[in-house]
């Protein structure tokens, strides 16, 4: 069966890195389904799949993936999935090859699941979580809707940390907008100081049709910073963020800004705290390049609106 198999449950998404990993899908959808930017699982009802239907996607998965070292897990809250820890336990049995298995997980399940059910998914097999804090201040997660605020952000981060996974955290540049743009820089490296992720993830906001920020956008109730400024949140999150140990990475074409139809600044990427000064520099020469140039700057909103980019 080719990988593009279409009686395959594929999972519509997974992150960047995962792109050369198998694909099994535990979920469908996301229960929250509210985050005022998101638009991925706008269609999808949500559905924890049954025990036996998951064990027969990762028999035919193991007919896909001829080997699969890395493995990623769909939808968005697996966490959820009572019987979680023997999918994970049935994965490593029918891919022995595989070294490391990952999955989306919203903030708000790991807070509500026990610690011993996290530990014992952790035990099965379950290396990383991939969680979005979207930003670290009150008012910015308010206004995005994510369900949850900055407290409760650095309990699930810790919780999860607690039970021994990896954790990687998503930042949205531009979250904060014109008005909370230096708070949801400070807050959210100050966030992620306390919980202290294996990675950072940086997406910029991207607002697509549909979408309720979108909305408030055509009514004149938020305001997207232009690249420019945003490159200056970025350095102030950049300048705050006291991490040992942490891999941050731009890998989003999201991130990308364009001068003309030239790609000039891709996002910044490195290990923390080693290359902060690096990053830190990137940022700098891609500011000063902006104000420098008479060439048209965009980012990923107007190749969006131009067309160029359906779907992000
Ligand atoms: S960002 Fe995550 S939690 Fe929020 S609606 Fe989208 S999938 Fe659900």
Redesign the pocket.
């Known amino acids: 069966m080719s990988k593009n198999s279409k009686t395959y449950d594929f999972p519509p998404y997974r992150p960047p890195n995962e792109a050369f990993s198998a694909l099994i899908r535990i979920t469908r959808g ?1 229960p ?4 005022a930017f ?1 638009f ?2 706008k269609n999808i009802k949500f559905e924890i799949k049954r025990l036996e239907e998951v064990k027969n996607d990762v028999k035919e998965a193991r007919q896909i993936y001829r080997r699969a070292k890395h493995i990623f897990l769909g939808d ?2 697996n966490l959820l999935h009572k019987n979680l820890p023997e999918i994970v336990a049935f994965i490593k049995k029918i891919f022995p090859e595989c070294k490391r298995i990952t999955t ?1 997980a ?1 903030a708000k399940t790991i807070l509500r699941q026990k610690l011993e059910f996290l530990i014992s998914v952790r035990k099965a097999g379950l290396d990383r979580l991939h969680i ?1 804090l979207e930003s670290g201040d009150v008012v910015v997660l308010e206004r995005l809707c ?1 369900g949850l605020n900055p407290k409760e952000m650095i309990e699930a981060g810790l919780k999860a940390k607690k039970a021994g996974f990896e954790v990687s955290f998503y930042v949205i540049s531009g979250a904060g907008g014109k008005d909370c743009w230096k708070d949801h820089a400070l807050n959210s490296a100050r966030v992620l100081n306390k919980i202290r992720p294996d990675f950072i993830r940086l997406r910029t906001l991207t607002l697509q049709h549909g979408t309720p920020l979108k909305e408030k956008l055509m009514r004149g109730e938020f305001t997207v910073i232009p690249p420019i400024e945003r490159l200056k949140e970025l350095k102030l999150f950049l300048q705050h963020l006291d991490l040992e140990d942490c891999y941050l990475t731009s890998d989003h074409l999201t991130n990308y800004l364009w001068a003309g139809n030239d790609v000039f600044y891709r996002g910044v990427a490195g290990n923390l705290p080693n290359d902060k000064q690096e990053m830190l520099k990137d940022v700098q020469q891609a500011i000063e390049y902006i104000e420098s140039t008479d060439l048209k700057i965009k980012d990923s909103n107007q190749l969006y609106e131009e067309g160029f980019i359906s779907s992000l």
């Open positions: 996301c929250w389904n509210q985050c998101c991925m699982y968005s809250d989306y919203r979005g994510k």
